[in-house]
C-alpha cells in the first residue's frame, strides 16, 4: 500500500513538472513597448552626443517589448515630442522657480523619425534620433521629450506606466575639454580679503561652447543662480596647450591676470586593466570679475586663482568613444 502511495505521489509531481514547464512556453505579461530611458534624481535621463557643430550626429534609444516570451508579430510604433508631460514635471519640481526649469528642444537641433518598426522575433528595435548642436546655448537646460503614442488602431500596446511610454532626455554635449571638473584647488576670494578663507567648490561643471572652447560660471556662481547668464565665463584651448579665457558681459569687469595652460595625462586603472583614466588639467588660472547683482546697486569684486581637473574614463574595449566614456 506504502508503494502504492510513493508512486502515485511521484506521478503527481511529474505531472507537475510537466505543466509548469508547458506554461513558460506562453506568454506571461502584455506585450507593452517601452522606452529604455531609467529616470535619474532630477526626473530626467541624461543623454551625451558628442559635438559636432553644424554636422550630424546620431543619438540611438532603445525601445523594449516587454514579456516573458519572444515577440512573435512585427509592429510599427508611433512615435511624438511630447511637452505636457515636461511642463508638468517642471511645476510639480520646481513650482514657480521658472529658472530652474527644463527646456523644451527647439526643431532646430534635432529631428526623430515619426514610426519605429519592431519586427516579429526581436523584443528591441533603436530609434535614431539626428542632432546638430551648432550655436546652441547651455545656459539653458535641454530636454527631448518623447512618447510612445497609443491608439486601438495601433498593432501594438503602449506600456501604461507613463515612466515607461515618456523619455525626457536632458540633452548633453560634450568635447574633449567638457564635463565636470574637480574644483577644489581653485580659490574665490573677495577682493581686499585675499588672505581671508576662500571660497571653495568640490566640483565645477563646464559645457560646450564649440569643438575647442567650453564655458563655466564665473566664481562660485552655478546653475543656482537665477542670474546665472550674466556671468558665463569661456576657455578656449589651442593645440599648443595654451588655454584662453575671456567673458561676453562687459559688466562683470573680467580681466585675465595670468596666461593659463593644459596638459593631458592619461594613466590606465590598476584593478580594471581595459580602463583610461584621461586627466585634463587647467593651470595658472587667474582672473577677476564683479558680481554686480547679489546685492542690488553694489558691485562685489572677486579674485579666482589656482587650477582645474577633469577626469574622463574610457572603457578602451568600446571603439565607439560615444559609448566607451563612463559618465
Known amino acids: 500500500m506504502k508503494k502504492l ?3 502515485f505521489i511521484l506521478f503527481s509531481l511529474m505531472i507537475s513538472c510537466i505543466s509548469c514547464n508547458d506554461e513558460w512556453k506562453n506568454e506571461q505579461f502584455k506585450n507593452y513597448v517601452s522606452f529604455k530611458a531609467p529616470l535619474e534624481n ?3 535621463t541624461n543623454i551625451y552626443i558628442r559635438y559636432h557643430g553644424d554636422k550630424k550626429t546620431v543619438f540611438q534609444q532603445p525601445l523594449i517589448v516587454s514579456g516573458s516570451a519572444t515577440n512573435e508579430k512585427s509592429m510599427t510604433v508611433h512615435l511624438a515630442v511630447d511637452p505636457d508631460t515636461l511642463n508638468v514635471l517642471n511645476y510639480e519640481r520646481y513650482q514657480n522657480r521658472e529658472d530652474y526649469y527644463y527646456i523644451a528642444l527647439k526643431s532646430e537641433y534635432f529631428s526623430i523619425p515619426t514610426t519605429v518598426t519592431i519586427n516579429a522575433g526581436e523584443n528591441t528595435a533603436l530609434m535614431n534620433i539626428d542632432f546638430t548642436m551648432k ?3 547651455l545656459v539653458n537646460k535641454w530636454v527631448l521629450p518623447l512618447t510612445i ?7 501594438y500596446l503602449a506600456n501604461p506606466r507613463k515612466n515607461y511610454r515618456k ?6 554635449p560634450f568635447n574633449d575639454y567638457s564635463g565636470t571638473y574637480s574644483g577644489t584647488a581653485l580659490k574665490t576670494s573677495m577682493k581686499g580679503y585675499e588672505n581671508e578663507t576662500p571660497i571653495v567648490k568640490d566640483e565645477i561643471r563646464s559645457y560646450v561652447v564649440d569643438e575647442n572652447t567650453i564655458f563655466f560660471y564665473a566664481g562660485n556662481i552655478d546653475e543656482e543662480r537665477q542670474d546665472r547668464r550674466n556671468y558665463k565665463i569661456y576657455a578656449t584651448f589651442n593645440k599648443t ?3 584662453t579665457f575671456r567673458a561676453d558681459n562687459p559688466t562683470i569687469k573680467f580681466q585675465v591676470n595670468k596666461d ?3 596638459t593631458v595625462n592619461e594613466q590606465m586603472d590598476a584593478v580594471r586593466p581595459y580602463l583610461l583614466h584621461r586627466y585634463i588639467t587647467i593651470n595658472n588660472i587667474e582672473y577677476n570679475y564683479t558680481d554686480y547683482t547679489m546685492v542690488p546697486g553694489v558691485g562685489i569684486d572677486y579674485i579666482v586663482s589656482g587650477s582645474l581637473i577633469l577626469e574622463r574614463q574610457l572603457n578602451t574595449q568600446i571603439p565607439d568613444e560615444d559609448q566607451s566614456i563612463e559618465w
Do not use: M, Q, T, W
Request: net charge negative; charged share 30%; glycine share 10%.
Open 260 to 262: 593659463a595652460s593644459y
Open 135 to 137: 550655436d546652441i546655448d
Open 167 to 172: 523619455a525626457l532626455l536632458r540633452i548633453n
Open 241 to 243: 596647450g595654451g588655454v
Open 5 to 7: 502511495s510513493i508512486k
Open 42 to 44: 532630477e526626473g530626467i
Open 149 to 155: 503614442l497609443d491608439d486601438p488602431s495601433y498593432d
